[in-house]
């Protein structure tokens, strides 16, 4: 499974961006796909999952209704909308592919990151 994550960008603080994580791959539609950051500085940090199906979803208190997991699985696409942003979002964001959705790093295949700027 291949991932391409895109979408990060320059934005003021209170506003939205929306990231993609465009999946490739036979299987790659039953995979759980996870969101995670990092920041200059700090180790990388869980941001949500969703499950295969898209009937499951968790988020880190953090993005708790700030942020949204979705998928398209006839587009083989994972999207993080991202509302409400505020400058400690700043990070590099990295999507992931695993067999099971879970909070911990334990993915089997990472895509690139993409970066997110709030600026103040």
């Known amino acids: 499974v291949q991932l391409q994550a895109s979408g990060g960008g320059l934005v003021q603080a209170g506003g939205s961006l929306r990231l993609s994580c465009a999946a490739s791959?036979?299987?790659?539609?039953?995979?759980?796909i996870g969101w995670f950051r990092q920041a200059p500085g700090k180790e990388r940090e869980f941001v949500a999952v969703i499950n295969w199906s898209g009937g499951n979803t968790v988020y880190a208190d953090s993005v708790k209704g700030r942020f949204t997991i979705s998928r398209e699985n006839a587009r083989n696409t994972v999207y993080l909308q991202m509302n409400s942003l505020k400058p400690e979002d700043t990070a590099v964001y990295y999507c992931?592919?695993?067999?099971?959705?879970?909070?911990?790093?334990?993915?089997?295949?990472w895509g690139q990151g993409t970066l997110v700027t709030v600026s103040s």
């Open positions: 791959g036979r299987t790659s539609s039953r995979y759980a």
């Open positions: 992931a592919a695993g067999i099971y959705p879970t909070a911990t790093d334990k993915y089997s295949y």
